[in-house]
């Protein structure tokens, strides 16, 4: 047994090999105790990618019942709060509706009814409807030539920086988590462009740092200017009716 203080060696292959002291032991000790904690993080981490939630537009198809009464009917209105149509979520991003569902449950958005809806749903739910309504918006017609934008849209996109996260035609945004903008509705895009400058509301308003940053950088006026334009691009959104109310 090495004691405190002792600096003694070994012979190996006739060569003089000192000794680790206690105090190095310790230390290698430490470290090693380091390093297996962050391999088991790294496992824990790779073992939670290997088994994200796949969804199943087939199993979607059961599952909204409680979306089609909003989002399955053309023109329907929301009241709260402000008249607004409901958005267009045929075509959209699985990622980006995931993500949408996911932060009404933590309450990142903070709308009653969505939030009451997301609330009930699991993960492989979360997942069946997203891709169940990506899935749904393939019929769409071609996406047409986008009309020109005037010099003052131009001006607010660009100050926005819009196109660097929503694509330069705002309809393949450059990360699916992201979402397609283009021919949404121009009164939803504005109240949601709104709810980013909310602050201190319990059922109203969303808390994304950076699209808050970004929205506090207009007057509501300016910003429904920006949302009329984007609701006349082409693009993959629309609403599909379920067959009761055809």
């Not at 949601?192 to 940053?213: D, F, H, P, V």
């Not at 929205?215 to 082409?234: G, H, R």
Request: aromatic letters at 6%.
């Amino acid at each position: 047994m090495i004691e405190e203080g002792e600096n003694r060696v070994d012979i190996i292959c006739g060569f003089e090999v000192p000794r680790p002291t206690i105090d190095c032991l310790r230390k290698m000790n430490k470290l090693l105790s380091s390093l297996i904690v962050v391999l088991v993080a790294s496992v824990t981490s790779l073992s939670a990618i290997a088994q994200e939630v796949k969804g199943d537009a087939a199993a979607g198809a059961g599952k909204i019942a409680m979306c089609i009464g909003c989002h399955g009917i053309k023109g329907y209105q929301a009241s709260f709060p402000e008249v607004y149509k409901v958005p267009k979520i045929a075509g959209q991003g699985a990622k980006y509706i995931a993500a949408s569902l996911l932060a009404y449950q933590t309450g990142e958005r903070k709308h009653p009814t969505m939030r009451g809806i997301a609330g009930g749903m699991s993960e492989q739910d979360i997942a069946d409807v997203s891709v169940y309504y990506e899935a749904s918006g393939h019929g769409a017609p071609a996406a047409g030539t986008a009309p020109a934008a005037s010099a003052k849209v131009a001006e607010l996109v660009a100050k926005g920086g819009c196109v660097a996260c929503h694509g330069e035609n705002f309809n393949k945004p450059i990360d699916p988590s992201y979402p397609k903008l283009a021919g949404q509705h121009a009164d939803y895009l504005f109240v949601t462009l709104k709810s980013y400058k909310i602050e201190g509301q319990a059922t109203w308003g969303r808390s994304n740092g950076i699209m808050a940053g970004i929205a506090k950088q207009f007057s509501n006026n300016e910003l429904k200017v920006m949302a009329n334009y984007l609701s006349k691009l082409p693009g993959d959104l629309q609403t599909v009716p379920q067959s009761k109310f055809k």
